[in-house]
């Protein structure tokens, strides 16, 4: 029997084609990637390695991009195999590290790898889920690396959502792997279905007249006719709705509430989880994009009364709730709301998201897998993994805050969210809502459900622990060797590919061209230089062609000068345009030069946006609306002022004639013309010099020279495509060696590395890795550079645990506003104090290397955090610590503030690990590890 027969016989249900075709490519012996959509069982081949390592004696490493992920299928791997075969890794959970198959985060293999760790002796199989992350712009790197750096005998699984370039990446990971065979569907297993639920009406987003829309290829997908009629009718009735109120004024009316905006009925939550009830589509997730506002949804669902669970289902939740909270003191259970959470969960509703605490987002998992959460409500972090599918997904905004501004949703990202929706096994299909309000288009939304793929980008890129560690394993060459194989240099040289064609034909061309022009110069005197009998350049006509070209080169310079000042012209008077514009009082009378309403208008509303300022007009023509910088060719005049009435009727069309007859009435005219202002060129002394030596050039006089001059500049334009295409190659192939050369830069200013006269003989090493760089090889942190200068300067090794911890935390927290207050406003003791401004003076000591160098600057010291952790890690109370973690006057969230506390502890623990526990600084770290690890903290692994 294969081992594919042995692992299928234990599954209740049949392997999908490409699960087998991964299966049977796995166990002969080939490394895999596969794409499939989510929810479509990938996971199945990744457990099928395990099972091979396990029936061949070897190991299997199984990763994850996030600690959730890896907890989750550690429970899932030991439920199959047993504890004793299983065990967990992750930056603050060791569990039964030496067992056969070992589940664990990337960083943590990763940092295997460069420890050249013995755990890595007997590996055969390593399992990538979710290998896309490697486009993280932040950790993606990360993957790159483990795919880089794994011995040629280990077969990697790599599973992926689908992308639209699998192929592409496929050949990547086969070009630095070997042999490897990709395995792309595009198939859901379970169908999804995709709705717009208007008011209280759920329509198909697609024609019913389109079986499978979404799987059309080369053509957009149809919104459904019915669906886009039925807008335009709630659209024209709100504006009806709206001209009457106005006509009622303030009074009367009654009903349902109504946005003040006038965009119709609202449905609320409580109404929309009915809906969904009622339409039999629960379980659902519903996709809202912030923290407050899944908890705000929450809490408008509970004040509404709805509930979704029987008394025995209620029962069921209470001991699940009570088995997760067994750890948390009372105390602390007041303080986190443990009771109004479980009122949630006994009506089958609850929120998720990375602000809960991680015992409260774990049992709410569980809870809905066991289908005793109906309703969830969560932020897009719930997409990536976590095991919670669901019958449908509700998205109510298609817009989200990716950290600096609010961006569209992309294709992918769409994608991701609604590939929740469909439960294998359990539903005939899946179901993804969109909720319209005004500023959704159904063609747009159309556009993202049609656009199943996205393409996966390298966010490959040298760090300072990065490049230590290579310098250290493969020497300078060979560091730079394995830059030019990451799939960042791979999709830059197939970018490389297509200049290099496009420089190749320009170049042809140009060769070509050159012999046409010398022909044409040759016919009118001006022989493009050649050879005498002697072979010498024959003298006089070599001068005279280039005298031709440098004329012709002097015609593009006044090209090109003209059109530069043409553009400052056009850039100055829209400046002006602009703030003549925002300038504009009410009462002034302008006119409006071009458009349908051009002619007298008067300012019935000043501009209230200095950036885009649009006044709002009354034209003469009884027309209103907001005018602004395409209606102007010049900046307006203010040709008189108008007496308007305090309440001027500028909203019924009685109103607007009124004041249009009394614009007219006024007797100001339009100016019948405008003299033209002068042309910035032609006060342009560099030009005018320029005109007259082009009009001094013997070749001015060329006689029927149109022909060689259009040849001529037809060079001049290949030349400069020659120029670009150039430049472009050299900036695409050389942008990851210039990178890392600036950070060996760096590092060998501060000695981490350092030259040595002559290769080693028995490593061809020209650089060597001194003992300080061996002590930033072990920190994994982004302020690297930072934690090892201190350790060497020695600033935190009279620190207590309480205040060390606080001091690391400063290189760990991050606020999500700019809060940082300075060492001066951190209160605590001297040293703590004195150890602040010392770690901060090494950071500015470290960005003006790293300015020297041409490196982006490690992010400054944030004292956000410190004094909630140095509270927590002297043992005060829960309520105590959360009260100083917050950032101006909002408290921290206990997710959050377990998550940071935990990113202090990893890296306490590397700089327990990289000094020696022995040393005062170690057992400081030890200390503060153990100090911090209590109460919530501790309570579950998350």
């Known amino acids: 029997m294969s081992q594919l027969d042995a692992f299928t016989s234990r599954l209740d249900f049949g392997l999908d084609p490409f699960q087998r075709r991964a299966c049977e490519a796995l166990e002969a012996g080939h490394g ?4 499939a959509p989510t929810g479509a069982g990938k996971t199945i081949v990744g457990e099928f390695a395990v099972h091979l390592a396990l029936a061949g004696g070897t190991k299997c490493f199984y990763t994850t991009p996030i600690k959730a992920l890896s907890n989750q299928k550690y429970a899932d791997l030991a439920a199959v195999h047993g504890h004793e075969s299983v065990g967990l890794l992750t930056g ?17 293999v990763r940092n295997m790898i460069y420890a050249e760790s013995r755990a890595l002796d007997g590996l055969s199989h390593v399992v990538m889920d979710e290998v896309h992350f490697l486009a993280d712009r932040f950790r993606g790197a990360v993957w790159e690396e483990v795919i880089l750096h794994l011995e040629p005998s280990v077969r990697v699984v790599s599973l992926s959502a689908t992308v639209s370039n699998a192929e592409e990446f496929g050949e990547w990971i086969q070009t630095v792997r070997g042999d490897t065979s990709v395995i792309v569907d595009e198939h859901r297993p379970v169908p999804l279905s995709q709705h717009m639920l208007v008011g209280q009406r759920m329509f198909d987003l697609f024609d019913p007249a389109d079986r499978d829309p979404a799987d059309r290829k080369g053509s957009r997908p149809r919104v459904n006719p019915e669906l886009k009629r039925h807008i335009r009718h709630r659209i024209l009735l709100a504006e009806d709705e709206r001209d009457s109120s106005r006509g009622r004024g303030r009074g009367g009316g009654g009903g349902q509430p109504r946005r003040r905006d006038g965009r119709g009925p609202l449905l609320s939550r409580p109404n929309l989880v009915g809906r969904l009830d009622r339409e039999g589509l629960l379980p659902a997730i519903g996709f809202i994009f912030s923290r407050a506002g ?27 709730v009570d088995r997760r909270l067994t750890e948390l003191s009372p105390s602390d259970a007041d303080v986190l709301g443990v009771q109004e959470w479980r009122e949630g969960l006994r009506r089958g509703l609850a929120s998720h998201h990375a602000g809960m605490l991680p015992t409260f987002r774990h049992a709410v998992e569980e809870l809905f897998v066991r289908g005793l959460v109906r309703m969830v409500f969560a932020t897009e972090t719930l997409a990536l993994g976590i095991n919670m599918p669901a019958r449908s997904v509700v998205l109510e905004r298609l817009v989200k805050y990716n950290g600096e501004s609010h961006v569209d949703l992309t294709p992918g990202e769409f994608t991701q969210l609604t ?5 294998r096994g359990i539903d005939v299909e899946g179901h993804a809502v969109v909720v319209w309000t005004p500023e959704v288009v159904p063609e747009e939304v159309a556009g993202l459900a049609g656009a199943r793929t996205f393409p996966l980008r390298s966010s490959f890129s040298p760090e300072y622990n990065m490049a230590v560690n290579l310098l250290g394993r493969l020497g300078l060459d060979g560091a730079r060797e394995l830059l030019h194989r990451s799939f960042a240099q791979f999709q830059a040289d197939r970018s490389v590919v297509g200049l290099a064609r496009k420089l190749h034909e320009s170049q042809r061309a140009l060769r070509k061209l050159d012999g046409e022009l010398a022909r044409a110069a040759e016919a009118r005197g001006l022989e493009p230089g050649g050879v005498d009998a002697t072979g010498a350049p024959a003298a006089g006509e070599t001068e005279a062609y280039a005298g031709f070209l440098g004329y012709v080169t002097l015609r593009e310079e006044i090209r090109r000068r003209e059109r530069d000042l043409k553009y400052r012209k056009r850039i100055n008077t829209e400046d002006a345009i602009v703030a003549d514009l925002a300038a504009l009082k009410r009462g002034h009378v302008i006119g409006v030069p071009v458009g349908r309403h051009r002619g007298l208008a008067v300012i019935v509303e000043p501009a209230t946006q200095a950036a885009d300022p649009k006044p709002l007009v009354v034209t003469e023509d009884a027309w209103c609306g907001r005018i602004g910088l395409r209606d102007f060719v010049n900046p307006p005049e203010v040709l008189g002022n108008m007496r308007l009435p305090k309440n001027a009727d500028r909203r019924t069309g009685r109103g607007r004639r009124d004041l249009a007859s009394a614009l007219r009435s006024t007797g100001i005219e339009m100016p019948r013309g405008r003299s033209k202002k002068r042309a910035d060129a032609a006060d342009d002394p560099e030009l005018a010099q320029m005109r007259r030596t082009l009009r001094a050039h013997p070749a001015h006089q060329i006689p029927n020279g149109d022909e060689l001059f259009r040849l001529a500049e037809k060079r001049n334009r290949l030349l400069r495509d020659i120029v670009t295409a150039e430049r472009s190659i050299g900036e695409r192939t050389s942008t990851l060696g210039v990178t890392f050369d600036h950070i060996v830069g760096v590092l060998s200013e501060l000695g981490y590395v350092e030259r040595v006269r002559e290769a080693s003989e028995s490593t061809g090493h020209n650089m060597r890795v001194t003992e300080s760089g061996k002590l930033l090889a072990r920190i994994y942190s982004e302020s690297d550079l930072v934690v090892t200068e201190c350790i060497r300067a020695g600033v935190w090794d009279d620190l207590s645990p309480a205040d060390l911890a606080a001091v690391v935390a400063a290189l760990v927290y991050e606020s999500r506003r700019d809060s940082y207050g300075g060492v001066d406003a951190l209160p605590g003791s001297t040293s703590l104090r004195t150890a602040m401004a010392a770690t901060v003076d090494i950071w500015s000591k470290v960005t003006a290397v790293e300015s020297r160098h041409r490196v982006s600057p490690t992010r400054e010291p944030d004292t956000g955090f410190s004094l909630a952790v140095a509270t927590w890690a002297s043992g005060r109370s829960l309520s105590e610590a959360l009260l100083l973690a917050g950032e101006r006057g909002q408290l921290l969230s206990p997710g959050d503030f377990v998550r940071w506390n935990r990113q202090v502890i990893d890296l306490l623990e590397q700089i327990r690990l990289c000094v020696g526990t022995d040393t005062r600084l170690g057992g400081t770290a030890r200390s503060a590890v153990k100090a911090i690890r209590r109460g919530v903290v501790a309570a579950e692994l998350g």
């Open 92 to 108: 603050d959970s060791s569990i039964n590290p030496d067992a056969p198959i070992v589940v664990m985060t990337t960083e943590v």
């Open 294 to 320: 899944c908890d705000a949804a929450l809490a408008q669902c509970l004040r509404s009364g709805i509930a979704l669970l029987t008394p025995e289902e209620a029962a069921e939740v209470d001991a699940v």
């Open 32 to 35: 895999v990637l596969v794409c």
């Open 419 to 423: 590939g929740r929706a469909g439960r």
